[in-house]
């Protein structure tokens, strides 16, 4: 695993250098795979993740296993829902899933009070997650109230685009309708409308949707 300082001063170069030393002492690097589950909903949370490459996928399911996206997480952020359950000492409400290979380092929780009394840029920065948070989740709830589903699958490739700069992706039909809280037939009728569209280009277990991110650039 490469230095987890030089990681840390890119992407964290408005911590204070006591601050850095101290994730850097007491964080514990991980690496994970595309895939990989870093926190799961009911679990209680004893430390929590700062993202250094890569990018996480946080994710709520209802009664029937179904999954709803909430925002993804990418390198210097930290997941402000993870950061609620360890405050108020209660069971993960999220489920955060690598969405790439990824690069974490995990905080303890007994850490968190502290640094946010002795540290004025840590607490800027707890600050400025919990907003952000808080406007990607409303983005979420607007799309969900008042956007067509046909619009919601080009906004699932839009951001995915943000977060990993590719315009493939890999994995079935059913895994964005899982995403997305629909059907597979859903999406499979419109993913077939925007081929028809010249949007995406369609293989087995492969889309892209190169021609959609070329199209608004």
Known sequence: M?????????RFPFFEDELLKEIEQCGTPLQLQAGEEILREGQFIKSFPLILEGSLRVIRHDDEARELLLYYLNPGEVCSMALTCCMGQ????????????????RIPVSYLDQWMVTYPNWKSYMMYAYRK???????????IAFMDLDKRLERFFYSRFEVTGEKQFHGKHQDIAYQLNTSREVISRLLKKMEQKGLVHLSRNRIDFSPLIQQSQ
């Open 90 to 105: 209660q069971q993960s409400n999220i489920t955060a899933i690598a969405e790439q290979d990824s690069l974490i380092i």
């Open 133 to 143: 948070r808080f406007d990607e989740l409303l983005d979420t709830i607007d799309a």
């Open 2 to 10: 490469s230095d987890i300082k030089t990681y840390l001063n890119k």
